[in-house]
């Protein structure tokens, strides 16, 4: 993927998790499918706020969703979470790097106290 399409991507994917409710549906959709109602019902929004929080799930990627009749029913897309699990892997791969420098860096500073 190209740089700014990964940057796009992960900041739809952090914002959609910014939200206590989408985090919400997120966790009743990873127990299986659920309609707009029953992911608004034990959250206390109104259908349409409902809508939208799943709008911006779906932008990021993290749900997709059906319908059949009149019901829309949404399902957990597991996938989503490896763009960020990439991300943050390659940045504790960074920091952990740093951290080893600024050790070899204390422990030569340390010899030479000592000499």
Same mark, same amino acid.
């Given at each position: 993927?190209?740089?700014? =399409? %990964?940057?796009?991507? $992960? %900041?739809?994917?952090?914002?959609? $998790? !910014? %939200?206590?409710?989408?985090?919400?549906?997120? %966790?009743?959709?990873?127990?299986?499918?659920?309609?707009?109602?029953e992911l608004a019902q034990?959250? /206390?929004?109104?259908?349409?706020?409902?809508?939208?929080?799943? !709008?911006?799930?779906?932008?990021?990627?993290?749900?997709?969703?059906?319908?059949? /009749?009149?019901?829309? =029913?949404?399902?957990?897309?597991?996938?989503?979470?490896?763009?960020?699990?990439?991300?943050?892997?390659?940045?504790? /791969?960074?920091?952990? !790097?740093?951290?080893?420098?600024?050790?070899?860096?204390?422990?030569?500073?340390? /010899?030479?106290?000592?000499?």
């Amino acid at each position: 993927m190209h740089a700014i =399409t %990964d940057a796009a991507l $992960l %900041d739809r994917m952090f914002f959609a $998790l !910014a %939200d206590v409710h989408r985090r919400g549906m997120l %966790d009743r959709l990873s127990r299986g499918p659920a309609s707009v109602s029953e992911l608004a019902q034990p959250l /206390g929004i109104a259908l349409p706020s409902a809508v939208k929080h799943l !709008a911006v799930l779906e932008q990021g990627g993290f749900v997709a969703s059906r319908k059949e /009749g009149r019901v829309r =029913t949404y399902i957990a897309e597991p996938k989503a979470l490896d763009a960020m699990e990439a991300w943050v892997a390659r940045r504790k /791969g960074l920091l952990i !790097a740093q951290f080893d420098r600024l050790d070899a860096y204390l422990a030569e500073q340390q /010899g030479k106290a000592k000499r």
